[in-house]
């Protein structure tokens, strides 16, 4: 019998062995020294804020795993022998493989810093680093002042984390704004705003030094490079995060900063195969970025490796672009493409709206030539993907998509409505421009 190893039981790993599963009787078996079954990773932060057990993390029960015949074992992959197909284990233990499927994440990205392997260094990333975050961070007692180092949804989401503790936090970014390299400067001066009115200290155009030893091993500070030295006990790295790669040394497998992969997801070496945050495209699918650190694509990378091992080869294309998240309180959506004030492609024209509350906005992204709709960035209402992924795809107009814009609310129908005070702002601006 075919035997696949995964190693790996994120969302990529795990969807891989679920689609093997319904499409054939191979042998599967899932190695993860993290923990010993899948769980819900965008929702770690629920556990520290209280508002969930770790338990309630994992989607599937226990015994889903042995009913389809899926065997989970606990362990570090410290060595793949390509040429053999055999995996070396921590202590020693060998596992062969006839085929292998690499889905085995990212860690948070370093840059050298001095005194960045203290103690209370740490990003948030995985089951460990949560149970860090709980020893090092229990109460404001223990942990009364906290840095974190870089924005973006990482940084947010351990912001809000620590302060239902009443830590106080302080967040070092180097852009002038929140996220200003994604987000355009009037959504990312809104978010700015938005944090530090939850209480936050945000230090713009602010960068990490250096990080600061007690003495005994521990941090007691960072020095910014603008020579200020801000007290803490716990160091929060959230300036992205990088390929779970390490262990691929001498293996044969052909890697850059990521695990090079085709279309089909196959590595250089035969019958070997990368999925998820640690894949990365050596040719780039359209505007996306060649390692995509999202949850759903690491889904879909699972489901199409699974497709073409089984004996149906099938390309991975991931369609539109999109994400979603939340800063505190306020929800994100974005379709398609809407790229920052200072990446903005040159033929890509913005259209802006925002709600007086200073908690909802709207950008829309379109081709300044023929008005073609490129994407959507929505703070504060929901939308619904499929209907933007259908106007996408039909290449509607940015007139079109306003008309339409109050058959994409995905709002529940006591919320109050703005399409009208949109449209109506759009018309007064094509009115304007002309």
């Known amino acids: 019998m075919e035997h696949i190893v995964i190693v790996g039981n994120g969302i990529a790993g795990v969807t891989a062995a679920r689609h093997l599963r319904k499409n054939s009787d191979k042998k599967i078996t899932i190695i993860s020294a993290e923990s010993d079954h899948f769980f819900s990773r965008t929702a770690l932060m629920y556990v520290y804020m209280g508002h969930m057990r770790f338990k309630d993390l994992k989607p599937y029960e226990d015994k889903f795993w042995v009913k389809n015949r899926i065997h989970l074992k606990n362990a570090y992959v410290e060595k793949v022998d390509a040429t053999n197909q055999t995996l070396i284990l921590a202590g020693g233990e060998k596992l062969t493989y006839d085929k292998l499927i690499l889905a085995t994440g990212s860690i948070p990205a370093k840059y050298g810093w001095e005194g960045q392997d203290l103690n209370g260094v740490q990003g948030l990333v995985s089951k460990q680093d949560l149970e860090q975050l709980e020893k090092t961070a229990p109460n404001n007692q223990i942990c009364p002042k906290a840095v974190i180092v870089g924005g973006g949804l990482i940084g947010v989401e351990m912001a809000e984390m620590l302060h239902t503790r009443k830590i106080d936090v302080t967040i070092l970014v180097r852009e002038h704004a929140f996220w200003s390299g994604v987000l355009p400067d009037g959504e990312a001066n809104m978010i700015s705003r938005h944090i530090i009115s939850h209480g936050i200290t945000l230090r713009h155009e602010e960068e990490l030094d250096k990080i600061l030893d007690d003495g005994k091993g521990n941090v007691r500070g960072v020095l910014t490079k603008k020579g200020e030295e801000i007290p803490c006990n716990l160091v929060g790295i959230t300036t992205g995060v990088k390929p779970k790669i390490d262990f691929l040394s001498d293996s044969g497998i052909e ?3 990521g695990i090079l992969v085709n279309r089909f997801l196959e590595t250089n070496i035969k019958n070997v195969y990368a999925i998820g945050d ?20 690491g889904r879909m990378m699972g489901e199409t490796v699974a497709q073409t091992i089984c004996g149906t080869p099938f390309e991975y294309k991931p369609g539109n672009w ?14 398609g493409w809407v790229f920052s004030t200072k990446n903005k492609k040159e033929y890509e ?5 925002k709600h007086d509350n200073d908690k909802i906005c709207i950008t829309i992204a379109y081709h300044k030539e023929n008005k073609e709709f490129l994407g959507i960035n929505s703070f504060g209402i929901r939308m619904k993907h499929e209907v933007f992924d259908c106007w996408l795809n039909e290449q509607r107009s940015i ?36």
Not at 349 to 353: D, R
């Open 399 to 434: 007139d079109y998509v306003i008309e339409n814009l109050p058959l994409a609310n995905f709002d529940p129908e006591f919320y109050k409505k703005h399409e009208k005070t949109i449209k109506e702002t759009y018309t007064l601006s094509s009115k304007a421009e002309v």
């Open 322 to 335: 999109f994400n979603s998240a939340k800063f505190f309180d306020i929800e994100y959506q974005t379709y």
């Open 278 to 297: 640690c894949a990365q495209q050596r040719e780039a699918i359209g505007l996306r970025k060649p390692i995509e650190a999202v949850w759903y694509t």
């Open 349 to 353: 024209e913005h259209f802006h709206w």
């Open 255 to 257: 890697t850059d900063k």
